[in-house]
Nanobody
Framework: QVQVVESGGGLVQAGGSLRLSCAASGTIFSFSSMGWYRQAPGKQRELVAAISSGGSTNIADAVKGRFTIFRDNAKNTVYLQMNSLKPEDTAVYYC?????????WGQGTQVTVSS
């Protein structure tokens, strides 16, 4: 059974940093594409950053230069390093695992950035 669990959210002041972690169970992590999405109140869920099994990354324009995604296959974990946070980054952040026909979502972790 493949599951993903996020951690690391919290309350931070504008300009601060947070690192989100997403740990996956099972044996397919290293073969999977991983992504971070976020959903703010009243808005649709949007892609923040993604990383392929080979390490190629895709970063949304809204966070480019501030957020970094990276993975540690030995730990079955993907990270989202968030720097220079802005109030508009406030959202629930979700981790996504995608491997062929298999897709899993985490329960989400709240990130709140105060001005």
């Amino acid at each position: 059974q493949v599951q993903v669990v996020e951690s690391g959210g919290g309350l931070v002041q504008a300009g601060g940093s947070l690192r989100l972690s997403c740990a996956a169970s099972g044996t397919i992590f290293s073969f999977s594409s991983m992504g971070w999405y976020r959903q703010a109140p009243g808005k649709q869920r949007e892609l923040v950053a993604a990383i392929s099994s080979g390490g190629s990354t895709n970063i949304a324009d809204a966070v480019k230069g501030r957020f970094t995604i990276f993975r540690d296959n030995a730990k079955n974990t993907v990270y989202l390093q968030m720097n220079s946070l802005k109030p508009e980054d406030t959202a629930v952040y979700y981790c996504n695992l995608n491997w062929g026909h298999l897709e899993r979502w985490g329960q989400g972790t709240q990130v709140t950035v105060s001005s």
